[in-house]
């Protein structure tokens, strides 16, 4: 055997080592992504819920959780705050959702007509309306100020009105104002 058989020979060895050193990485990496996949899926981070509610949307008005009455913010008893909005051709009710600063939020909607899409601007809000489902989507902020809130799905040709806002407010000033009861809205402010 020559020199340059054996440097070949320790030459494959090696080449052979550093392929398997890469496809131990690469797998680990498909593993590491499988696993936080999974983690997402089961801890309700992605889409589609884990369980589904329905509603008759030629109805929601009528009665039901969606009254005009029952649509805004309110403050649970156990200090988190609901939101109940609709999506319909070409308008959020409510327009302007009033919440809490730094306080869990739980957004419930749904569509009186066709497919829309509440997208929180500047936040991961981001979910669809969907004609006789409904929509929920948890979230927190963490500064006050306005937060634009169009529809993000094509609903027909008045789309691109379609907006709404969101005005997270101090904590305190909010739970001053559900002090007295009702649903909050910062419509006509």
Not at 7 to 28: D, G, N, P, Y
Not at 144 to 169: A, N
Request: hydrophobic content about 40%; charged content about 15%.
């Amino acid at each position: 055997m020559s020199t340059q058989d054996t440097h070949e020979s320790v030459s494959a060895e090696v080449a052979a080592r550093v392929e398997r050193r890469w496809a131990t990485i690469a797998v680990i990496i498909i593993v590491m992504m499988a696993l936080l996949a999974a983690f997402a899926g089961i801890h309700r981070a992605t889409m589609p819920q884990p369980r589904v509610e329905i509603t008759d949307p030629s109805r929601l008005h009528l009665s039901g959780e969606f009254v005009e009455s029952n649509l805004g913010s309110v403050l649970e008893a156990n200090g988190n705050v609901t939101v109940r909005a609709i999506g319909q051709q070409y308008s959020f009710t409510p327009a302007c959702i009033v919440v809490p600063a730094d306080t869990p939020i739980t957004l419930r909607a749904t569509s009186a007509d066709v497919v829309h899409g509440i997208l929180i601007q500047g936040t991961n809000v981001n979910t669809m309306l969907v004609p006789g489902y409904i929509s929920e989507q948890l979230m927190r902020f963490t500064k006050t100020g306005d937060y634009l809130m169009p529809c993000q799905e094509f609903c027909s040709f008045g789309h691109e009105g379609m907006w709404g806002k969101v005005k997270v407010i101090d904590k305190t000033e909010f739970a001053n104002r559900a002090k007295g009861g009702g649903r909050l809205s910062c419509v006509g402010q």
